[in-house]
Structures are given as structure tokens and as C-alpha cells.
């Protein structure tokens, strides 16, 4: 379904007439560029104009795995060379089965420029990195991992002051405050990057939607920041903002900031206990696409949705497609009839898995014994996401759902404008407590140095001015909270 997709933005953004390049990010086993590769080699025209394939993927093991499954003479090739697959970039030349040149890169850095991108990332940003943060009274703290004093076991632990992190990941509450950024950091500065935007899709300045997405929680909720995911949407923005083109996002969660949601998965199986045998689990969070969205504020780019799985998958026809596939299924004489219910069996069921919005079902099949994160099923779970250039058409899915009515469709736009309305409500109501907190602190601090509530007749001439100040500072602030 990705490919039929590709194919359809190949031809709205008229890439015959240009070339282009495909690039994923995580290939994981290869096996989504394979099924890529096979149904474009039936579209010659298509195929034709594809002038590479990229694959982002730095794991030497990984590399090999998704050689082996795209490039038909791969064992023969590194008999010859050992190391072909190696390297920040790789510049042997390796050929798909249609002909197509194959590189791997450490990083999207790495991709050249100069045609049109189509990309595709499938629960690629999961795996980026967070940073763990926790609303305290004195404001955010970030959640470090330390050692047990006795047991060596690793824990979290709460810092008590600002972290680098803290200071590049967490805007102050307060607009006219200060952005702070630590040199040499390895941590990028998501709020000083934002109040340097000049030019965005925001109604509002990108920094204070940033701002108003981090301050609207209460004292004790924690929350995950990825800077690494807001850095790659940045270079994917960079990238097509320059040469045109369309990336394509799906991964689990939402369009708002992930709440506790990292975890580990072994064997396709879930635990929260990511500390328990480090090393040999995954480790994922649920995806902000409101973080990709920030990534790409500055550019000339937009990002469509994110919408459900359900929603895409629906819209570029599954369920025709299962049922083109069940009925020459059913006319194949080659097949015997088990082979015939098995096939059907599996088409029915795959597709029921895709676009399953069932809350009581975990993602995957009931037969099965693995679990999926977090609950319900895989069309409502996973969300989809596209860039483009602002001035390329939107792409075939992501524009008034087809299959809806005008009646859901208004039904949708109203919760989503109540949605934001409430976060407003919330953040200047935080905006507001905060400041009562940093007026209270200032005058405690006054009081403090001072050392007296009452006017001293020792005190110098300016020190008595203050004074008088601070005192009558202190008298409105006290009516004011009765």
C-alpha cells in the first residue's frame, strides 16, 4: 500500500519529468523496500525514473540482513569484498534486482541532494531518544538513571536542579524570560531553534505553541521530550524544502507530548521494566508528531496529519485490494482448496489487523502471544503522517477523508478546535499560578536580604527606598489575593 502511495505522489508532483531518489529511515529486515522494489518493478515508467535507493541504517548486522533481501547477489559481492557494506557511507555500487543502485548511510546527513526525495519511515522515530521530565513545585527536573548504592541495579532519580536538558528541551514559563543554551552540548536546543523561526505554518510564534504544549501540566505529571526527532524532521524539512519530493511517517502515537510511555519489548513482547536485563530488549516511546510538526516550523514545508492508519489505509483502497486478491485467489487452479481458505483466511485476517480501531484488542493477532504497545488495535494506534513542500499538492490521503461524511468530518474539526481551546484555558491559567509563584519567590528573596519585615532606622537612604517599595509591593500583592 506504501508503493501505490509513492506512486501516486510520483505522479502529482510529475517526477517523470525529474527522477528521484527512495530513502527509508530504519529498514530494519529490508523487507518494506523489498515489497517497494517488487510492486515498482511492474511499473516500468515508474521504475525508470528512479535513479537510487538509500537506506539510513548504521548496525553493520542490520545492513547485512537488508542486503540480503534486496540485492540478489550479495554473498558473491562480499566474498569479493568483505567490507562493501561498511563505512559511514557506503560507495560500492550494489544493484537491486531491477537495476537500481543501493547505498547505506550512518545518517540522513549523508543522503545526497539535488532530486526529489520519496521517503518513508515506519516506526523509525520510536526508537529515537528521550529526555524524561518532571513538574515539580520549583518547575521542571529532568529524571536521570543513576546506580543503586548497594545493588549496582539502575534507577531513576530525580534531579534537583536544571539539567542541560532541561535547559535546551524545556522553554521558560514566562515569554520575556531568557532561552538559555549550554555550549558544546550534545543535547540540540529545541526552544532556542524556535525563537529563531522566521517563517512558519504556526498561527501563533512556533516557541510560544511550544511553550503552551509544555506548561500545561500539573505539579507531579511527567512527560518525554526526543530531540533526535525533532533534529531528523528538521534535515527530512531541510531536504525537501530544497529538492521536493515527500516523506512518509508511521509510528505510533499521537499529536501531543508522550506521557510515561517508554518501554521495553523483547521478543515482540512489552515490559515496562526497561531497566531489567539492559541490553538485550528495544527500547520505545510513543511518537509526538507535534515534535515533527516543530521540526519542520522555518521551512517551506507542511505536514499533513497525522491520521490514523485506519484512515490512510482505507483511502488508498485495502479493502478493494484484499478483495482483488481473494477473488484470484479463489480462481488460481493451482491451489488446492485448504491452500485456497488458508490464503483467504490470512488476507482477511491481516487486513482486520491493519485497520483494527477495536479499544478492547491489543495490535496484533488474538492468535497470537505477542503484544503490541500501548492498547487497542493497529488502526487507531499507529498514525500516519506526510511533508511536502507548501507548494506541491496534498498528497492523495491526507486531504477530507473520503470515506467519511460531511457530518463526522465537522464532528472532527469541532473537537479538534475544542481540544485547542482547552489548552489554551489551561496554559494561561498555568501562565498565570506561575507568575504568583515568581512574584511570591521575588518578595521572599527581598524580605530575605533584608532580614526584617519592619523599617530600620540604621537603614541607608536607598536602603529605606527599597524598603518602602517592597513594602508596599507586598500590601497590593496580599490584597490582591484576598
Known sequence: MIAIWLVSVWSTQNLIARSCRLVELGPGRGTLTDDILRLLNQVEIVQQTIRSVHLVEASPHLRKL???????????????????????????????????????????????????????????????????????????????????????????????????????????????????????????????????????????????????????????????????????????????????????????????????????????????EIFEEPGTSDLSSDVDFGLIRFGCAGKAVTLSGPITQQSFLKQLGIVQRKEVLKQSTLENPTLTETEKFQLIENLESGCARLIDTSPTRTSVSESSNAIAPGFGGMGSLYKVATITRTQDPVPFGFGENEYLTKEEINERKRLAAEKRMERDRIWKEKRKQYREQLKEAKLASLQAAFGTEKKDAQMKPEESETFDYFESQLKKHNENKE
Do not use: C
Not at 515506519?122 to 528521550?130: C, G, K, L, V, Y
Not at 543503586?148 to 521558560?172: C, M, N, Q
Open 66 to 272: 537488508q542486503a540480503e533481501k534486496i540485492i540478489p547477489n550479495i554473498h558473491d559481492e562480499l566474498k569479493n569484498n568483505p567490507k562493501i557494506l561498511e563505512g559511514v557511507s557506503t560507495s560500492a555500487i550494489l544493484k537491486t534486482k531491477g537495476d537500481i543502485p543501493v547505498y547505506w548511510h550512518d545518517s540522513i546527513d549523508q543522503v545526497p541532494t539535488g532530486l526529489p526525495i520519496l521517503l518513508y519511515a515506519n516506526e523509525f522515530f520510536d526508537a529515537m531518544a528521550i529526555h524524561k521530565f518532571k513538574l515539580t513545585e520549583n518547575g521542571w527536573r529532568e529524571i536521570m538513571v543513576d546506580l543503586e548504592e548497594r545493588s549496582d541495579d539502575f534507577r531513576y532519580v530525580l534531579s534537583p536542579k536544571p539539567t542541560t536538558g532541561s535547559a535546551h528541551l524545556i522553554p521558560p514559563s514566562n515569554s520575556s524570560d531568557e532561552i538559555l543554551t549550554i555550549p558544546y552540548s550534545t543535547i540540540p536546543s529545541i526552544t532556542s531553534t524556535l525563537s529563531q523561526v522566521k517563517r512558519s505554518a504556526f498561527t501563533n510564534d512556533p516557541l510560544e505553541e511550544y511553550r503552551k504544549r509544555i506548561w500545561s501540566f500539573e505539579v507531579g505529571d511527567t512527560i518525554e521530550i526526543s530531540p533526535d526527532t525533532f533534529t531528523v524532521s528538521q534535515k527530512i524539512a531541510e531536504k525537501i524544502e530544497v529538492d521536493g519530493g515527500a516523506a512518509l511517517v508511521i509510528d505510533y502515537g499521537d499529536d501531543e507530548i508522550g506521557t510515561d510511555t517508554l518501554r521495553a519489548i523483547k521478543k515482540q513482547v512489552v515490559s515496562g
